[in-house]
């Protein structure tokens, strides 16, 4: 009997792609003389509930064919669990597998890596709000940046990262400063306008926008951008810094680094991986090397 590899897929993400890369995933794993498990989730308490019954057989690796978020959700089954998750990106941004050097558009190469990949530990973001804390993998965006993926997810063309960047253009249009309240690890949080606030377990968000571009997802930190207010104009011409990670020395930035961070704001809406996940007011915190996740060689850090 071959290794036993867990695969566990949502279908519906990628706007349905991740279903022909689950199937091309599994051939290439059965290739290779595994024996596959496959778990296919059509909600997400049913994907959380189907990770749950794949690791108990203790498979020597948990599959997962998906998005960020999808991999977000099943995170609380992951914690007790000392498997370690191979990640086959099939999401619409797939931010988490640009920070890990991961393979996106092959879903074989991607398979490999549950037989051939090396673990790194990274970290995983909570957002605590209302009495209930959620993980997240990539960023959280607070102010114009979460009204821009609220918009993405409400477009139906184009695909990929073009979609986000419409998503913006059309943001822009609508664009008006917000009054945050925002505290950061032990300082008393204090008031300040702005157009966005990013909190970043990973550099991009959006399909490759390098919003936090210095953050690591190892590193035990959270970045954490603000960005003041300006005009329309002014934000259009601060797009393309954007889109290559150069604008952190801008004046109208602040770059600093932390462990909590809170922030409230009149009709705050707070996005991370893709999902809508507070409102009005959070606290986003970091727990380190909390997810065992399988990488080329070339990608695992020294110390882990």
């Known amino acids: ?55 108990s ?10 998005g960020d978020g999808t991999l977000a959700g099943i995170l609380p089954a992951l914690r007790d669990s000392s498997v370690p998750i191979a990640l086959v990106p099939a999401g619409t941004g ?27 530990h990274v970290d995983v973001g909570e957002v605590s709000s209302a009495g209930r804390t959620t993980p997240f993998l990539t960023v959280a965006a607070l102010g114009f940046d979460a009204k821009v993926s609220d918009r993405t997810n ?22 008006h400063p917000m009054r945050f309240t925002v505290g950061v690890d032990e300082r008393t949080p204090a008031a300040t306008v702005g157009t966005l606030v990013a909190v970043g377990n990973t550099s991009s968000y959006g399909g490759g926008m390098p919003i936090c571009p210095t953050a690591a997802p190892d590193d035990g930190q959270l970045d954490v951008v603000h960005v003041a207010p300006i005009g329309r104009v002014r934000l259009l011409r ?9 604008h952190l020395s801008r004046p109208e930035v602040t770059h600093r680094r932390a462990r909590t961070v809170t922030v409230s704001a009149p009709g705050l809406v707070v996005y991370a991986d893709g ?24 990608k695992a850090r020294p110390r882990d």
């Open 1 to 55: 009997m071959g290794t036993h590899i867990a695969v566990l897929s949502n279908p519906f993400a990628g706007k349905g792609r991740a279903r022909s890369d689950a199937a091309v995933a599994v051939a290439r794993l059965r290739d290779r003389g595994c024996e596959v498990h496959e778990f296919a989730g059509t909600s997400a308490a049913e994907t959380a509930e189907l990770a749950a019954r794949a690791l």
């Open 57 to 66: 057989a203790a498979p020597r690796a948990l599959l997962v064919v998906g």
């Open 94 to 120: 797939n931010d988490l597998a640009r920070a890990l050097g991961l393979a996106r558009r092959n879903a074989a190469d991607a398979a490999d890596l549950a037989l051939d990949g090396v673990v790194r």
């Open 154 to 175: 409400r477009l139906r063309w184009p695909r990929g990262a073009l979609r986000y960047y419409l998503a913006v253009l059309i943001e822009v249009v609508r664009l």
């Open 238 to 246: 601060l797009f393309p810094l954007l889109l290559h990670g150069r």
């Open 275 to 298: 999902e809508r996940i507070a409102t009005d007011e959070c606290t986003i915190g970091v727990r380190t090397r909390a997810l065992s996740i399988l990488v080329p060689a070339t």
